[in-house]
């Protein structure tokens, strides 16, 4: 079977992290990509769960042993995903699921053609600004940096296969759970199952 890898992007509190949480604990079978980037750590952050926190020469090092599948400058940190992250899930025989910018997702594409992106969109750019203060981990500049960002960033969302309003986000949570089932029982990727199963019937495709 070739398994699917998932991109999801959204802006700054689209609620892409709620959605993709839910995500990873309703469905089996995913792994999680956790990225390596040169910000700090925020909240209560840990080492090696939401990212490899590592300083800019670090980064820079590994970037120029091109130890990344893809990497962005994203609020003036760098952000990449590790090459070993998509051979771990491939040798788990899981799927990935990466969260990344839209500099990133195109990166992706164009290495893993056959990869599914979904784009996240807030309501409206009210709701998203609720959203962002409701979450009341950002200063008021920073809320508005990233208000700013979000309007370069949606102008994106037609390169992604598949978008979701995050208005409801049961309907949501349940439409990115489809998008997942779906993706995982495409032909070309389910083939090799079909096959042994034609010859039961006594069928067999040449
Ligand atoms: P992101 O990861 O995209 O930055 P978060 O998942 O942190 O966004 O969500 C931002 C805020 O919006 C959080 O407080 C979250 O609980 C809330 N939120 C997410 N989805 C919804 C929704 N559908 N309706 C209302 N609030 C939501
Ligand atoms: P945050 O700092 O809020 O966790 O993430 C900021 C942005 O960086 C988000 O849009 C997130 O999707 C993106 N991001 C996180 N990891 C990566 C990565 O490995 N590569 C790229 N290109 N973007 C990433």
Redesign the pocket.
Known sequence: MIRPVFIIS?P???????LVGRLMAEIKDLTFSVSYTTRKPRGQEKEGEAYHFIDRADFEHRLSDSEFLEHAEVFGNYYGTHVSALAKAQAEGKDLVLDIDVQGAAQLKERIPDAVSIF?LAPSREMLEQ?LR??SQDSEEVIQRRLHDAIAEIQNYDAYDYVIV????EE?AETLKSIVRAERVKRFRVESKIRPILETFGESKA
């Open positions: 959204a700054s509190g689209s609620g892409k992290s709620t996240v959203r409701m979450r995050n208005d409801d986000l949501a």
